[in-house]
């Protein structure tokens, strides 16, 4: 066999390689799952208990272990951070054009990874807040590590048992890739939910965020990447996308709170608010949208029947971390 040959060879069998990987993916389908966050009622759901990479959703791990940090360390979000020498190689979205030495807030960082996907700022969160954690904890590694290390730490925390993240970012990597599932993500999405400054920072539909470049300060306009933000009730939440996780969307939808006189006088307020997963769908918002029209349509009749539980499992129940 001449070189030509081998070299066609070797290019056919690489193109069939990679359609094996493509048609594995694809074989896998979607996950989903539609849960109301106050009753933890699952209403919906598909292979929610499925492993697979879940791309930019992993941000919201990264938010929560950053705001869970500010809050018992009392840290302002007004801090500032500066980029690591790693944001040069990071790859992916920087929508902020951000290099390593740049200085940003803590709070503008989380407005650019939750609104724009920002993989730089999630880096720059991650070794800030993890150097702070590995000073407290005395661990070594780096302190990218140490703040992974508390995301997974957070993930067994909520019950996530078929979760592991590698990174704070969500890239695919060329060694080991993290993964979650839509009913895992589900628990993740409800505890940050639970965060007023979470639920803040998602539901912006725009922002104008600043960073610093050598005592410059440089402006730029930040954009929700989730395109139904403001509609059908929708409050916030994020997107995501990769070769191997497909399209991705995490939502919260909420309604107005059922309101009840009590024969005390008082009165009761109970919220509603829907969380939707979907992992690697061929149109993450028609399957949105789909799942909270079906979805709410299903809570309010099983208010209606009592809120029957005959299977344990139709309940997500989701502590709060002490």
Not at 41 to 70: F, G
Request: proline share 3%; net charge positive.
């Amino acid at each position: 066999m001449n070189l030509r040959e081998k070299g066609s060879t070797i290019f056919r069998n690489s193109v069939l390689f990679l359609g094996l990987i493509a048609s594995s993916i694809a074989q896998a389908g979607e996950s989903y799952i539609a849960v109301e966050a106050n009753s933890g009622r699952i209403v919906l759901e598909l292979d929610a208990d499925q492993k697979r990479p879940v791309a930019s959703l992993a941000k919201i791990a990264t938010a929560m272990v950053v705001l869970d940090w500010a809050h018992l360390s009392q840290t302002k979000m007004g801090q500032i951070a500066v980029v690591p020498a790693g944001a040069a190689t990071i790859g992916g979205s920087n929508p902020m054009g951000l290099i390593p030495g740049d200085q940003i807030a803590l709070r503008e960082a989380m407005y650019s990874m939750l609104l724009g996907l920002d993989n730089v700022s999630a880096l720059t969160l991650a070794t800030h807040v993890g150097r702070s954690i590995q000073a407290q904890s005395l661990l070594g590694g780096t302190p990218t590590a140490a703040f992974v290390g508390e995301m997974n730490n957070l993930a067994r925390v909520l019950g996530m048992e078929r979760t592991r993240f590698y990174n704070p970012h969500g890239l695919d990597s060329t060694g080991r890739k993290g993964f979650s599932t839509a009913r895992d993500m589900a628990r993740l999405c409800i505890y940050a939910m639970r965060d007023t400054g979470f639920q803040f920072y998602v539901k912006q539909k725009q922002r104008t965020i600043s960073s610093s470049r050598f005592g410059q300060s440089r402006g730029f306009k930040v954009s929700n990447t989730h395109k139904l933000l403001g509609t059908a009730g929708i409050s916030g939440m994020i997107t995501g996308t990769s070769q191997f996780a497909g399209s991705c969307a995490a939502t919260s939808s909420e309604k107005k709170p059922i309101v009840k006189k009590l024969e005390s006088g008082a009165t009761r307020l109970t919220p509603r608010r829907m969380i939707v997963i979907a992992l690697g769908s061929a149109d993450r918002y028609g399957r949105t949208k789909g799942l909270l029209s079906q979805g709410w349509g299903l809570y309010d009749a099983w208010k209606v029947q009592g809120q029957l539980v005959t299977n344990p499992r139709s309940i997500l129940t989701v502590p709060t971390p002490q």
